[in-house]
């Protein structure tokens, strides 16, 4: 199958945006190339990316996302695959609004699923389409920031971003290092 990709240069370090000619696919820092190849190969077998500039006009909406647009991302048309289960999360994750934080727990009962919460949680790990299926909302049961594949310091900058209040001033405070 051949696709499209973009690679945006952000304050998070290179993106990747990958599309195909009807919806958003991928979105993945660059430097979890592989996680997101791994991704779209169990999806379509052969894979080749194509470079194709601000295909979808995705790349263009993601950088205004991060100029401070919030609602530049809204009505990018998304296809995620998955598992019914994966899809049932991950929209779930697109109804979690800008500035908010819920715990994987939350989430799960959000399903109807309320001892789902490790289930989300892999779920949630799975998301291939970062920012704009926003699983960096979600948020141990703790308050704490627990795992992002792009990394907890990306999380954090994109939560900060969003404007959403964390548990502790000091990681609300703290800058990215890249």
């Known amino acids: 199958m051949q696709l499209w990709i973009d ?17 958003l696919l991928a979105i993945d820092f660059e430097d979890c190339r592989d996680r997101m ?6 999806r379509f077998d052969t894979v080749t990316l194509v470079e194709k500039s601000n295909p979808l006009g995705v790349t263009e909406k993601l950088q205004r996302y991060l100029d401070g647009q919030p609602d530049a991302l809204e009505a990018i048309p998304v ?14 994750l697109t109804k979690i609004p800008l500035g908010t934080v819920v715990s994987y727990g939350d989430l799960a009962k959000t399903l109807n699923k309320p001892g789902a919460s ?11 389409i970062s920012i704009v299926i ?9 308050g704490q920031l627990t795992g992002y594949a792009g990394g907890v310091d990306r999380k954090r900058w994109l939560l900060n971003h969003e404007g959403a209040q964390l548990k502790s001033s000091s990681e609300t405070q703290m800058a990215l290092p890249l």
């Open 79 to 92: 296809d995620p695959g998955g598992t019914p289960f994966q899809q049932e999360v991950w929209t779930a």
């Open 37 to 42: 190849m791994a991704i779209l190969h169990s």
């Open 7 to 23: 690679i945006l240069d952000s304050p998070l370090g290179l993106i990747d945006i990958v599309t195909n000619e009807d919806a």
């Open 134 to 142: 926003p699983c960096h909302r979600v948020i141990g049961s703790n």
């Open 118 to 128: 490790r289930a989300v949680g892999l779920a949630n790990s799975k998301n291939p």
